[in-house]
Structures are given as structure tokens and as C-alpha cells.
């Protein structure tokens, strides 16, 4: 997407064949992510995002896994994800199919959508927490808050003909941080868990203060 650091630099350093996506104003990945997996001359593709590490182990799963005649068209694999400088049990196994064949799959031009795999998908169990990614997003509250802002802007746009009632505001926040802190086990991730339950509920909150207000 016409990068302008020395992304470019060092791809072609080790040996990479380089695709441009125009930048233009798009404010979602998704359109450059369907340009790439058609543009790749392999038909297994491996989407990881610039934050993302593959594992060691993961990769030769991979590579064992495209060997077998019955092997899915697609693969969910899990994500470890980081939140003040430690793993967070209550955002894990956070499956994200990313590993599929490119002449089965089409990516919707929508924002957090789930690309459409043509065929059997499968999931990597969550106990297998060795062919996980490592995500190392570990954002800031700041980021948090900021992403707050666009994500929601952006659920807006997606749910402009739902309506919630006035009891939303209390049953959806509360419910949200109970299921992050309770259900998912952030009570076990000490007070940097309680802290991103509390964001989670925070977000549910902004999101209907701004359809409240969009609807007047």
C-alpha cells in the first residue's frame, strides 16, 4: 500500500517479489489483503500482519498439513495476544482463519470480516498453544481508547438500522466486562485483566452513546 518506511527495502534485500496496492483513502486493509492472496503465485497463502510472529513450530505444521490428501481448504489459527506486557488468557485461543487455499477464498471489503473459504475449514485446537501467533500488538491505553473511537465509527455504519433500548446501556457493558473478567478468565490475568474487562464494557458503552446520539 505504497509503504513508506523500508518495507520495501528490505523485502526485495530477501528476495521478495513486491506488489503495490494504491493507497488512496481506504481506511480498511481488507481490499489490499483480497489484491494480495490473488496476486501470490502459490496456492496456499499465509496472511500475518506486521505484528504478528510465526512460530517455529507453526510453520512446519503448516508444511506438514498441505501435504495430506484430506487437508481443509482453510485454516483458523489461534492468536496469543498481549495487554500490558502479559499474555492474556481472556483473549485466547482468538481464532482467525488465515491460512487457506487463494483459489478458494474471496476477503470481503469490510472492516474485522472473515474471509470466505470455498470449501472445509478447520480450526488448530487452542491447546496447542505452540502453533499459535504470537500477536505483539500489546497496545497502550491510549491506542485502546483511540481504537475505541474508529472501531465504533465504524460498527455505526454496520448496524445504522438496529435500535437498542434504554436498558442496553446497562445490561450491554456490564455483560461484556462479566464475560471478558468471569466467562473468559481475565479475573486469572490480576489487575491488567480487570483493567481490559473494564475497557471491553467501556466499548459496548461508547458504541451506544454514539448510535444514541446518531439517532436523534
Known sequence: MESTDATLDIA???????????????????????????????????????????????RAYLYQLIQQPDCPDGLFIPRKNYFMGRFMRCHYPDHILRFFRQSKTHWPPVIHCVPEVSGRVEKIP????????????????????????????????????KHYGALAFLWRPFFRFFKTYILKGAILDGRPGFIKAVL?????????????????
Open 12 to 58: 526485495r534485500r530477501h528476495g521478495c517479489r513486491v506488489v503495490t496496492f494504491p493507497r488512496r483513502d481506504h481506511n480498511i486493509v481488507e481490499p489490499a489483503r483480497e489484491f494480495a492472496i490473488h496476486e501470490a503465485q502459490c496456492e496456499w497463502v499465509l496472511v500475518v500482519d506486521a505484528d504478528e510472529i510465526v512460530t517455529p513450530q507453526l
Open 126 to 161: 487452542a491447546k496447542r498453544r505452540e502453533l499459535a501467533f504470537e500477536h505483539l500488538a500489546n497496545d497502550t491505553i491510549e491506542n485502546i481508547v483511540s481504537k475505541t473511537n474508529q472501531y465504533t465509527r465504524n460498527e455505526l455504519t454496520r448496524k445504522q438500522h
Open 200 to 216: 471491553e464494557g467501556y466499548y459496548q458503552f461508547i458504541f451506544l452513546a454514539k448510535k444514541y446520539e446518531q439517532d436523534r
